[in-house]
């Protein structure tokens, strides 16, 4: 079954600094995959998402995320943090059951310092 | 337009309470979901309607009961719930039933069970 993991629980990146955010699946064929991003107390709203072609996929806020299979990650990145990105992220993959059941990461927690 | 209002915010209720969970959207979506998120945990899907029909239930306790009077509105009825129960109850819609249909997700209600 489709599954992802995000391997680092929370990161802590200066303002300014660039941020990468890890994401691997496990899929045999290729994934349609998503970042989500949940500030404190809020709804998730969709940064970007992949299910073909260009591998390297434009989001929303200045973020991006590059598929490569070889590795088997979708890693979201962004040049410069700002302090309103500190917020909950989610990679997540849609089951293959039929109908949209999406299955989220344990999700990384980033924290911007001044 | 792509947003999808929760009402209350918040609800503090009583495990003999009977309280409505209201979720709407107005994109013409006609598939709707429940999650439930635990604090510093991922989104986990409870219900899915699909065109005003139940089409899944991830196994919820019957205290948890999902209604969709029409293609906009999406209840969530909830009776003799415990404590463990306190979360985020979040909804979200989507076009259509395939995998690469965006779920846009409301702000959530914060639920506490006394």
């Known amino acids: 079954a489709q599954s992802v993991t995000q391997p680092d629980i929370h990161i802590t990146v200066s303002e300014g600094a660039s941020l990468e955010l890890r994401c691997n699946y496990s899929?045999?064929?290729?994934?349609?995959l998503f970042w989500y991003v949940q500030s404190p107390g809020q709804g998730l709203q969709l940064l970007l998402k992949?299910?073909?072609?260009?591998?390297l996929v434009q989001g929303i806020k200045g973020f991006e995320a590059e598929f490569k299979r070889s590795q088997s990650s979708f890693n979201l990145r962004k040049p410069s943090v700002h302090w309103s990105d500190a917020a909950e992220y989610f990679c997540?993959?849609?089951?293959?059951?039929?109908?949209?059941?999406?299955?989220f990461g344990t999700g990384t927690r980033l924290l911007v310092s001044p | 337009d792509t947003e999808v209002t929760q009402t209350p915010k918040h609800l503090v209720m009583g495990m003999t309470n009977k309280k409505s969970l209201k979720c709407e959207q107005h994109?013409?979506?006609?598939?709707m979901y429940w999650y439930k998120q635990k604090a510093k945990k991922p989104p986990e899907l409870m219900f899915v309607?699909?065109?005003?029909?139940?089409?899944i239930n991830e196994s919820v306790p019957s205290r948890f009961s999902p209604e969709c009077p029409n293609s906009s509105l999406l209840n969530l009825h909830l009776h003799a719930l415990q404590p463990e129960d306190s979360a985020l109850y979040l909804c979200?819609?989507?076009?259509?039933?395939?995998?690469?249909?965006?779920?846009?997700f409301g702000p959530g209600t914060r639920l506490t069970v006394l």
């Open positions: 899929y045999g064929a290729t994934p349609y």
């Open positions: 994109m013409g979506h006609r598939a």
């Open positions: 309607y699909s065109y005003e029909k139940l089409s």
């Open positions: 979200a819609s989507s076009q259509v039933r395939t995998y690469t249909d965006t779920q846009y």
């Open positions: 997540a993959v849609p089951m293959n059951t039929g109908f949209q059941k999406l299955v």
């Open positions: 992949y299910f073909s072609g260009d591998t």
